[in-house]
């Protein structure tokens, strides 16, 4: 015989549903919109990665005497910064990834032509040869344009530049271009 005072309840009460709606709304609200955030924030983190191995890149240029090289493989989805090695057995000179930069991994959900890479304006492919320069040599002007559904950036590297510029989404510094100015016919104006 069961006692009165050991009932067995088998169902929730209505308070104890709406409590428990009410926490999975406000969890949900909390997590939802990091979700959805976290592609935007993978993009912006691999447009300052490409960013700071293009500033490598101009810095290799400027004080080592190794040279150095940008490539994009788009297959593999892999940016990186290259430079020259020399094998110890047979003397010949190969490019290898800088060991100080390590190549950047583009997530999975990005597509093939998420970078592309400009080299004095033409678009060019780096898979199989790299943009190059020399130590002394004029560098070429480098453009890295990242796109992904409704958001670009552009990393410029002009040829006279210590580090690249960057314009976000439609904003950033102008890069400051060289200009000739006795072609202009302002090579007697003052500065």
């Known amino acids: 015989m069961r006692s009165k005072t050991a009932s067995i309840r088998k169902a929730f009460t209505l308070l104890e549903i709406i409590i428990v709606v009410i926490m999975i709304g406000i969890m949900s ?8 955030g976290t592609r935007n924030q993978e993009f912006t983190l691999i447009v300052e990665r490409v960013a700071d191995v293009v500033l490598m890149y101009a810095h290799r240029n400027t004080t080592s005497n190794q040279p150095a090289a940008l490539q994009y493989n788009g297959e593999a989805k892999e940016f990186a910064l290259l430079t020259k090695v020399e094998e110890e057995e047979e003397g010949d000179r190969f490019w290898d990834f800088d060991p100080l930069a390590k190549p950047i991994n583009l997530p999975s959900w990005a597509n093939e032509d998420l970078l592309t890479i400009y080299v004095d ?8 040869w790299p943009v190059t320069a020399s130590p002394g040599e ?5 453009e890295i344009v990242i796109r992904w559904e409704d958001r670009s950036a552009l ?3 002009a040829s006279h530049a210590i580090g690249p510029k960057v314009w976000f989404d439609g904003s950033g510094v102008e890069p400051v271009m060289p200009i000739d100015l006795d072609a202009e016919g302002r090579g007697r104006e003052e500065w």
């Open 29 to 36: 609200s909390i997590v939802l919109p990091r979700l959805v």
């Open 138 to 142: 004029a560098r070429p002007l480098i």
């Open 121 to 128: 304006g033409d678009l060019t492919d780096t898979s199989q």
């Open 155 to 157: 990393i410029s590297l």
